[in-house]
Structure formats: structure tokens, C-alpha cells
């Protein structure tokens, strides 16, 4: 009997203690839950603060890199730092997207207006510096209003691009910092970690304004998508043609707009769980990844096997401690990176030197022959007589002329390193009679370099310590000259006061015979048993100067073999002849100044330079 009393009460006192039990871990959960949301508010305001304080150092370094001309010691901190200011609005950006009720608050549908301003606005930047880089590349004389006009546009640009993203995360520091229960007023919080809510379809076509600016912006990154199939399948291809020259440089700025545009149209597929939906982001992720790796394919390589193969070069052909070497103050003012992040997405600004254009050298059958004339900012006050880099424009010995074609913001920058650079015209052939031939075009060189030297003192010129540097065309004229200019065969053609320390070729045919058979010679202007003389690979000698070559591995038009066959031909008479090798890259490659072809081929210029004068 009092068992059967017992029981009922001892279910009594067990479902009480399990109330307890529950309860006491509800307590628990809800104490937890509070916890989790103190870090995670404390986590956003931190983050918060941090971006604030990244982006508005980041208005300041696209300001400095606009205005100030590259190669300072502040250029290594100042690339980490935009790469992780990049990163962490990247990753704010997406975060928002998935967490912020813009649809529910007002609040937060502001932040989300300032993030898809900020990627925009990202797109509206990379345009604006690109055409700064043209604008400066096509002769805009970089001391004149209107490049100042476009340098403006391209600050301005910047500062309201990183403006925006300032604002929103000042607005998420102030949804972070507000209690919880002030984030009930609104139907949903602002910050919502349980869930996203539904967007509204971005693809709902209303004609009204925002919607056909939305459906233009979608077409346009569609396009760009498009593009960014067309460039990996030139340099990839090793095609010849215009395009592909310049598809690596093309490639790279499809990776500055993939990453935002694809932010983009992430961002306006619905946040629904229909499959449709699912499959949109999804593949909208896929295909930006895809895209982006894939054009950063050439950069990579430029960065795994160029670079690490010219510094073995240059270790191997001047010593170990080959920079040391190199006074201090000399250095200081090179660039500290092979490739930096912060001139491709700013542009190089191009220094302010000392210049004079169009000075007549000579006049060759009724035809002025000139030149431009870059030097130090300032020299012309003093008497010194600097080193002189002799520039030779390409254009398959037909076409072009000195300045945009032979990519003047290049001579700009070594003239505001110490150096003189004369970029110069030669007679051109067309293939009719009375035109000028490769005797003639050596000739008129060797007269130029008469002329530099009887004008030492006018011109700040020391031709004792002269360099020729060329590209395509006009890097096999500067190899016949630098190569040549104290073979019998060229006597008094050149300057006796003449000699070259280095000689610096883009894309250079070597080898003549593997471009002209016997009919075609008449291009030489001589008998083909003074051919040799012509053919750089055949005046390489003991004396020989170092050579700094860069080439295309996937040129189309001067095969790679013609730089090998010039190694070659160098090291069998213990010379030196450093290769910088591009994979994937065509001719041309160097016509973006601001890119990381050229940044790589400054990089080491400058510093072939100073080893060779110092």
C-alpha cells in the first residue's frame, strides 16, 4: 500500500525537477544567445572601425599614387595595404548581402545602397585610370590642364568610390553598437544572423528608371564576361594580331572588373531556395571564378617564372651581391616591386622632367630627321653631362615615329632617374624608289650620335656612357648599332667619342635571315655579302656590351627563337645576355605602361642601368 502511495508522488517530484531541468537550460540557452550576439555586434563594430579607418588611407594612397611618381620607399606598404582593404570590403560586401534585411529596414536598405555604390563605383575608377593611362600614353603632355583634368577625375573617382563604402560601414557600426531591443521597431532587425530574407526579383522588369539602368549595367557585364573569354583564347592561341599583342595587358583588366561585376550579379539573383535561383548563384560563382583564374594566368606566370628566372640572370652575370653594388641614393629612388598592385589599379604617373622636342639632327634626302629630347627635372640650369639612352621606335622599318610609339612615359621615367634619353626618328621604307634602307637608317644613327657628341654641353649628353634601347624594328637598329657602332665596316659613321655600355631590346629580330630570303635583301641596301653586317647575331664580338632583352614566348611575329639565337651567339664569345621571358604574351606587350609587363621591364632596366654606370 505504500508503494502505490509513492509512486504517483515520486512522478510528481520527477516531472518537477525535469521542468526545472528545462528551464534552467532554456536560462542557459538564452544566456548564451546573448553572449553569441554581444561577440558577434562586437566583432561588426570592430570590423567596422577598421574598414573606416582602411578606406579612408585608401582615398589617401590613390590621391599619392595619381600625384606622386612611383619607386618611394613607402610603395611595398602601401600595395599590402590596398590588397587588404580590397579583401576586406569584398568580404563586408558579400557579408551584408546575406545577412542585412534591406528589404525589412530602412536602415539597412541605406548600407546596402552605399555597398552597391562602392561596386560600381570600383568599375567607374578602374574606367577612369585606364583612360588616364591612354590619355597620358597618346602625348598628353603630363604638365598640361589637361592631364591635370584627367588626373582630377581619376582622385575624385576614387575618393567617392571608397566614400561610399565608408558610409556603409558607418552605418553597420551604428546598427552593431544600438541595443538589440532598438532593432525591434522595424518588422525584422537590420542584422539578421538566423536567416537572409527574400529580395525582391531583380530580374522583374518595370520600366522604370532604375530598372533600365539595372538592365543596362547587367548587359554590360555580360559583355565583359564575354571579353574576358576572347583574351585567354589570343594569348593562349599565340596568334599574331593587334589583339593578341596586348591580350596579357587586356587579361589583367578583366580581372579588375570581374571581381566587382560578379559581386554584381550575385547580388541580383533572389535569395529564394527555388532551384532557378540556386542554379543562378551558383553558376554566377562558378563562372567569375573560372573567368578570374584563368586571366590571371599570365600575371602568374610573370610572377612563378620570369621574375625568379631574371634575378638568377642578373646574380649570375654581375654577382651575388649584385645590388649592394649600386649606390644607396641611386637606389632609393628605383621602384621596390616588380609588380605593383597600386600603379595597375592608379596608373604610373609619369615624373616631371626637363624636356625639348623636335630638335633636327640632320637632313637625309630632303627629309628633317628629329628627335626628343628627355632629361632630369632641372638639368638644363646645371652643366653636368649625364649618360644617354638612345630610343629607337619599332614599326617594321615602315611605319611609326618617335613619342607615342615608342612609349614616351618610359623615357620620362629613366630621364627623371639621371639619365638623357634621345628618342629619335629614322628614315622610314616603304619599298619604293628613293626610300630609305637599313644602311641608310644605321647611317643616320651614327650621325645622330656625331651630332649628341658636338653638342655635349647643349644637350647634357656623355656618349661615352651611352645605351641603345629599341623595340621590335627599332630593337634590331639599337643591336646593329651597339653591336657594330666599332666594326670597320661602320668606320666614321658613328661618334669616335661613342661607347656603349648596354644595350636594351623589346622584341627583337636577331636574326634577319629568318625573316628575308635573297629577293627580299633589298631592304639592306647592300649586297647580300655585307648582309652580316646587319644581322646582330653575326656582330656579336668579345667586346660586345651587355644586353637586357625582353620577348615574348607566344610573339606571333618575332619568334622567340631570334632572343635564344642572340644568347646564344653572347655566351659562345663570354658575353652577357640577360633574357626576361614572358609566357603567353605576344608583341608589343609593353604598350600599357602602367601594367605589370612593363612595370617588370622597368623594374629591371633601371637597375641594368645604374649596374652599367656606377
Known sequence: MFTSLSEPFARVISRLFATNLIMQQQENYNVNQSIHEKEKRLFLAVFSVVLMVLNSFIIFVGTWSLVVPSGTIFDAFLNVMLAITIAANIFFVIMGHVYLNFNKNKQAAQINWFFSGYLI????????????????????????????ITLTAGIAMNAVTHLMQLLACAGVYKIARSRPADDTRTIEPAWNYARPVVDDASWTFKPTLTKILKVIGVCFIFLVYVLSIIAPTFFFGQGPGVIYWVAGDLSMTFVLFLVPMTIIMIRHVPRTKLKRDRVLLVSFVIVGCVLVGINLVPIVQTMTTTIPSLDRQFETAFGSNWENK???????????????????????????????????????????????????????????????????????????????????????????????????????????????????????????????????????????????????????????????????????NFSISLHCLGIIPYYAPTNMSLFFNASEQILFGVSPSEFQFFNPVDLVSPTSPPVLCFQGLADGLVNPLNAYQLQDAMAARGRTCILGMFPNDGHEFDVFYNYFYDQVCVYYIERFLAILTN
Open 121 to 148: 563605383g570600383s568599375c567607374l575608377m578602374l574606367m577612369a585610370n585606364i583612360f588616364i593611362t591612354l590619355t597620358t600614353t597618346l602625348v598628353i603632355d603630363p604638365q598640361s590642364s589637361l592631364h591635370g
Open 326 to 492: 649600386i649606390p644607396d641614393k641611386v637606389r632609393d629612388n628605383f621602384r621596390v616591386e616588380a609588380i605593383s598592385l597600386k600603379d595597375m589599379l592608379y596608373t604610373m604617373p609619369v615624373p616631371v622632367v626637363s624636356e625639348t622636342f623636335n630638335v633636327t639632327y640632320m637632313i637625309d634626302k630632303g627629309l628633317a630627321l628629329k628627335f626628343d629630347w628627355y632629361g632630369p627635372s632641372g638639368v638644363s640650369a646645371t652643366s653636368a653631362q649625364l649618360p644617354v639612352i638612345i630610343a629607337l621606335h619599332p614599326g617594321s622599318w615602315r611605319y611609326y615615329d618617335k613619342g607615342v610609339a615608342n612609349n614616351f612615359p618610359v623615357s620620362q621615367y629613366l630621364a627623371s632617374e639621371g639619365y638623357i634619353v634621345v628618342d629619335a626618328q629614322y628614315g622610314l621604307y616603304n619599298g619604293s624608289a628613293g626610300t630609305f634602307t637599313l644602311r641608310d637608317m644605321i647611317r643616320e644613327i651614327g650621325r645622330l650620335t656625331n651630332y649628341l657628341a658636338l653638342n655635349a654641353n647643349e644637350f647634357h649628353v656623355n656618349v661615352s656612357r651611352a645605351f641603345f634601347l629599341g623595340r621590335s624594328a627599332g630593337a634590331h637598329l639599337s643591336l646593329v648599332a651597339g653591336l657594330g657602332y666599332d666594326n670597320p665596316f661602320f668606320a666614321n
